[in-house]
């Protein structure tokens, strides 16, 4: 009898990261819930997992919306089964100076880049804690610890995530589900690209230590690792790849 | 003789915004309080004018600072130590409830900072002090909604001193461990004894560490996590 495949959930993976960590949980054997919002995206990242014969469906997801996320597990139940994965990736990136920035910026990135994690975890967890197992990576970002300016959004709301998966990881760690925080360096990917020209991303790519850009599948690895089997007792943690562009851990 | 310093303390009617209060008259600054209205409204005991208003509320927080800014003409203090902690399992937590912890312990201080600091960066000196907690480095069970808008509180204070450093602007922030009665709501017994020095920290205690980082001769420090903690985390 074929051995059902272990369900995973990414969210934001219609392009970039995210559907770089999709296509690598496929690769592993997961059936993989691509949790977007661009349903065309996500249709495209379906296509490619499946032309190389892997296990992906989409759904439509506003993570920051309480009913979406509620509507994206109850889906994953019925479609895949219990949850065994989650991959918190999903995440805006706008840019406005504090003392320029309206509420609603300020709101609308805490709310799809942290409490959007905050619902799927919650959404999850009670299926994992009945099951006395789960893996969950959260993808925060180097800004989470330096705080970028302009970007004092979107580096409260990774600072947020690092702290939502420590608090949690100590909640169920005897309940065998481990959580984790994955930070990214600059990836290849279209992020740095929303605000930076093709030089500037020039510039920052050849100060990057190894004078390249992190690419998506390197984080795909490490996210990965974390969420197998193999992942038997690290939680809680925080861990950068980046090629050494920032040094976690005091 | 100079005119007073004046400061403004934005918080939740704790122990802290009564404490801070003290130690800023103390020094001689003319002090003013916004307590986060719905909270009972603070006994003071040194001259503090007091504002009961919503700080979650952008329109309401703008039109009084707008009002502060007639009545003193200047700030050179504001310390922001808004707090609210529940207790409750991540899966328990209601949205509501996290809407809640990340309205009052973050983006108060984000509305704040936004409306009180031009100010600062139009007299080119200013001091901010953000309060928060080593729950947002340790974790903590059950507070992930407070955990993750504290550490959030923490990285915004280091975004916002980049933006403001070239204006004689200098922002930090006072992380503190068990304080007042943390121990006896949020922890037990078992947790005095990984205090190295075996009790909860004093409003008092905190609050002279809030008053030292406002001084002025402290120009060179900005972007700055300071602890007080009783030895419990030792970054």
């Known amino acids: 009898m074929e051995q059902k495949r272990k369900a995973a959930i990414v969210t934001g993976a219609g392009q970039g990261l995210g559907a770089a960590i999709a296509a690598r949980l496929a690769g592993e054997g997961f059936q993989v819930v691509i949790a977007e919002y661009n349903e065309a995206l996500a ?7 499946k032309a190389v014969g892997g296990d992906a469906v989409a759904c439509k997801t506003d993570v920051s919306d309480e009913a979406s996320v509620r509507d994206l597990v109850e889906f994953t139940l019925r479609t895949c089964g219990p949850v065994d994965a989650l991959v918190n990736n999903a995440g805006i990136y706008p840019k406005s100076p504090v003392l320029n920035m309206s509420k609603q910026e300020w709101d609308r990135v805490l709310a799809v880049n942290l409490k959007g994690a905050f619902l799927c975890c919650k959404y999850v967890l009670p299926g994992m804690i009945g099951r006395k197992s789960g893996r969950i990576v959260n993808i925060a970002s180097g800004h ?10 979107y580096s409260a709301s990774k600072a947020g995530i690092v702290a939502l998966t420590k608090s949690l990881a100590l909640e169920v760690v005897s309940l065998g589900i481990l959580v984790n925080t994955v930070a990214p360096g600059i990836s290849d990917t279209g992020m740095p690209r929303i605000h930076d020209s093709e030089e500037q991303v020039r510039i920052k790519t050849a100060r990057m230590p190894m004078g390249r850009l992190v690419k998506p599948e390197e984080i795909a690895d490490a996210v990965a690792y974390l969420l197998s089997e193999r992942n038997t007792v690290i939680t809680g943690q925080l861990l950068g790849v980046n090629s050494g562009q920032v040094l976690f851990g005091g | 003789m100079g005119a007073a310093k004046v400061a403004l303390i934005v918080g939740t009617g704790g122990g802290l915004d009564v404490a801070v209060a003290a ?5 001689g600054m003319s002090v003013e309080l916004f307590v986060h209205g719905g909270r009972k409204m603070p006994d003071v005991p040194v001259p503090v004018q007091l504002t009961a208003l919503d700080i979650t509320d952008e329109g309401k927080l703008a039109a009084a600072v707008q009002a502060f800014t007639e009545r003193k003409g200047r700030v050179d203090c504001l310390i922001n130590c808004p707090d609210l902690r529940i207790n409750r399992p991540l899966a328990e937590t209601t949205a509501q409830e996290w809407d809640d912890s990340v309205a009052l312990n973050l983006t108060a201080v984000f509305l704040a900072c936004k409306h009180v600091v031009p100010l600062m960066v139009k007299q080119g000196a200013g001091r901010v002090v953000n309060v928060s907690s080593d729950v947002a480095r340790m974790g903590a069970l059950n ?8 550490a959030g509180l923490i990285t915004f204070s280091k975004s916002l001193t980049r933006e403001v450093a070239d204006f004689g602007v200098r922002v930090n922030v006072v992380s503190l461990g068990m304080m007042g009665e943390d121990i006896a709501t949020f922890g037990s017994e078992a947790d005095i004894s990984a205090i190295p020095l075996k009790r909860a920290g004093k409003w008092e205690e905190a609050a002279y560490l809030v008053r030292c980082i406002t001084d002025e001769k402290l120009e060179y420090m900005t972007g700055q996590t300071v602890h007080m903690n009783g030895g419990l985390y030792m970054p």
């Open chain 1, 43 to 49: 249709a495209q990242v379906v296509e490619r997992i």
């Open chain 1, 144 to 153: 989470a610890v330096r705080g970028g300016a302009q970007f004092s959004h």
């Open chain 2, 23 to 27: 130690a800023l008259v103390e020094k």
């Open chain 2, 143 to 150: 507070s992930a909604a407070y955990a993750a808008a504290k």
